[in-house]
T-cell receptor, first 112, second 111 residues
Framework: QKEVEQNSGPLSVPEGAIASLNCTYS??????FFWYRQYSGKSPELIMS????GDKEDGRFTAQLNKASQYVSLLIRDSQPSDSATYLC????????????FGQGTRLTINP | SQTIHQWPATLVQPVGSPLSLECTVE??????LYWYRQAAGRGLQLLFY??????ISSEVPQNLSASRPQDRQFILSSKKLLLSDSGFYLC??????????FGQGTRLTVV
């Protein structure tokens, strides 16, 4: 089992709707979870960090962490065409080591 | 504030040639440093990470190596490039168990 897994998509959502991105992780990941956005040809940029169970909201973005079920999700409300990008889930603290591993990314397209 | 510099932005190298990519971080001390590679349309593959000077952990057996000669400098090297080494190379830094921040990346094409 990979340490962090995502559905590679593509995921297509109409403008103004809620985009839901999901990520599962193995029990080797223990410390921290992150969502990044990557535009084509660019480096990833951090959207959200989440360290404890529950929801964390920042503007139109909400990250949800469920440690019992080993998944983390990202909701994007009022989706905009500018949200079209690849979204990468990452997990840290792999078996206590200070490394950060990424899922394969989900390509999201927001249709006007 | 912290900044990360990575160069060059693009590089075209012949098969069998050496490689040296450099990354430096400013505005923080004792960062964790990472080298990732991304093939076209794929996720980020962790190649190396370092928690301190001279401390390198290798994640994937290959013809690449990494070094950390100074606290905020991380170098990725190869003695002889292969076609399969082509990709988008990303350097990143983080503090302990926290989010990572990326450099602009180097797009390497081996011909």
């Amino acid at each position: 089992q990979k340490e962090v897994e995502q559905n590679s998509g593509p995921l297509s959502v109409p403008e103004g709707a809620i985009a839901s991105l999901n990520c599962t992780y193995s029990d080797r990941v223990s410390q921290s979870f992150f969502w990044y956005r990557q535009y084509s040809g660019k480096s990833p940029e951090l959207i959200m960090s989440i360290y404890s169970n529950g929801d964390k909201e920042d503007g139109r973005f909400t990250a949800q962490l469920n440690k019992a079920s080993q998944y983390v999700s990202l909701l994007i409300r009022d989706s905009q065409p500018s949200d079209s990008a690849t979204y990468l889930c990452a997990g840290g603290g792999i078996q206590g080591a200070q490394k950060l591993v990424f899922g394969q990314g989900t390509r999201l397209t927001i249709n006007p | 504030s912290q900044t990360i510099h990575q160069w060059p932005a693009t590089l075209v190298q012949p098969v069998g040639s050496p490689l040296s990519l450099e990354c430096t971080v400013e505005g923080t001390s004792n960062p964790n440093l990472y080298w990732y590679r991304q093939a076209a349309g794929r996720g980020l593959q962790l190649l190396f990470y370092s928690v301190g000077i001279g401390q390198i952990s290798s994640e994937v057996p290959q013809n690449l190596s990494a070094s950390r000669p100074q606290d905020r400098q991380f170098i990725l090297s190869s003695k002889k490039l292969l076609l399969s080494d082509s990709g988008f190379y990303l350097c990143a830094w983080s503090r302990e168990y926290t989010e990572a921040f990326f450099g602009q990346g180097t797009r390497l094409t081996v011909v």
